[in-house]
């Protein structure tokens, strides 16, 4: 069965900053992929960014990277440039490729302030 | 526009009450998926569905039942309602594995 830990429940920096939250995942399976979403406060959620498994090099889009560390299964969030509008809770989560079920981490609050 | 919406965003139940919670898609996905937030548990996976007339039993399924009708819906079905299915619910579709998710509806059940 797959699990994802996200062991950081809260983090606070202050606005321009770089964050980087932490994600430790395990699984079975050779071939899977690996998200972020980001709930706002208003209880919205949306997709992020992704990592395919077979993928050396880290997805990147916007000011959101990954650092995907496959030999510690690990698959941190690195957010540059924290803007006030980045405070939202932050989900990790995976799949098998060509699964269904997606597992989700419990999530790591972000705080930015100016 | 959304493409996912939720119907009703609020819901009040007595316990022993029956609940459903409406889900619509307009994204054409053939995959859709019930979970519930809790504090500490982040999202688990109740029911999803492969597509219309299928539906599969997710990670915590006892409690509940599900519908897939038509592709655009999916229903999620509180038989017995109880306190403990108080939580926040959210429904999505899905595409090449990223998910969409609607907006949530929130259940209290009394």
């Known amino acids: 069965a797959q699990k994802v830990t996200q062991t950081q429940t809260s983090i606070s920096v202050m606005e321009k900053t770089t964050v980087t939250m932490d994600c430790v995942y395990e699984?079975?399976?050779?071939?899977?992929?690996l998200f972020w979403y980001k709930q706002t406060a208003s209880g919205e959620i949306v997709f992020l960014i992704r990592?395919?498994?077979?993928?050396?090099e880290n997805a990147t889009v916007g000011h959101y990277s990954l650092n995907f560390q496959k030999p510690k299964s690990s698959i941190g969030l690195i957010i540059t440039a924290t803007q006030i509008e980045d405070s939202a809770v932050y989900f990790c989560?995976?799949?098998?490729?060509?699964?269904?079920?997606?597992?989700f981490g419990s999530g790591t609050r972000l705080l930015v302030s100016p | 526009e959304a493409a996912v919406t939720q119907s009703p965003r609020n819901k009040v139940a007595v316990t022993g009450g029956k609940v459903t919670l409406s889900c619509n898609q307009t994204?054409?996905?053939?995959?859709m998926y019930w979970y519930r937030q809790d504090t500490g548990h982040g999202l688990r996976l109740i029911h999803y569905?492969?597509?219309?007339?299928?539906?599969e039993k997710g990670d915590i399924p006892d409690g509940y039942k599900a519908s897939r009708p038509s592709q655009e819906n999916f229903s999620l079905i509180l038989e017995l309602a109880t306190p403990s299915q108080t939580s926040v619910y959210f429904c999505?579709?899905?595409?090449?594995?990223?998910?969409?998710f609607g907006p949530g509806t929130r259940l209290t059940v009394l």
């Open positions: 699984t079975q399976d050779s071939s899977y992929f």
């Open positions: 994204n054409n996905h053939n995959n």
């Open positions: 569905s492969y597509g219309a007339g299928s539906t």
């Open positions: 999505a579709s899905e595409d090449r594995a990223e998910q969409f």
């Open positions: 989560a995976m799949t098998r490729t060509g699964g269904y079920k997606v597992v």
């Open positions: 990592q395919d498994s077979y993928k050396k």
